[in-house]
């Protein structure tokens, strides 16, 4: 099974940019569609960004729509988001998770992921 470690969350000035980096391991990476959540502190995992096995689909939150681009490269097991122009309210424990799941109404639902990774925190300051 794949396993999944994410990496690159920071302190980030609001209005500057960010890459998150996600690592899968141990398993077939291109068989999954992969998405981002994130998690702020007394509040439920919210769905930020999903790309498709094969990278040619995407879906956004409405929060993050031309903001954060989510890609994948299936070569080398990684997918990354781009966080552009973040805001203090983005600021989160952000999560990369896997998914079998295709149907667009079923993925943006955390329960629909198996495989999560660790998280990495991301701060925003005004």
């Known amino acids: 099974q794949v396993q999944l470690v994410e990496s690159g969350g920071g302190l980030v000035q609001a209005g500057g940019s960010l890459r998150l980096s996600c690592a899968a391991s141990?398993?077939?990476?291109?068989?999954?569609?992969m998405g981002w959540f994130r998690q702020a502190p007394g509040k439920e995992r919210e769905f930020v960004a999903m790309?498709?096995?094969?990278?040619?689909?995407?879906y956004y939150a409405d929060s993050v729509k031309g903001r954060f681009t989510i890609s994948r490269d299936n070569a080398k097991n990684l997918v990354y988001l781009q966080m552009n122009s973040p805001k203090p309210e983005d600021s989160a424990v952000y999560y990369c998770?896997?998914?079998?799941?295709?149907?667009?109404?079923?993925?943006?639902?955390?329960?629909?992921?198996?495989?999560w990774g660790q998280g990495t925190q991301v701060t925003v300051s005004s």
């Open positions: 141990g398993g077939t990476f291109s068989i999954y569609a």
């Open positions: 790309i498709s096995r094969s990278g040619s689909g995407t």
């Open positions: 998770a896997a998914t079998i799941q295709t149907n667009l109404r079923l993925v943006t639902t955390p329960d629909n992921y198996g495989i």
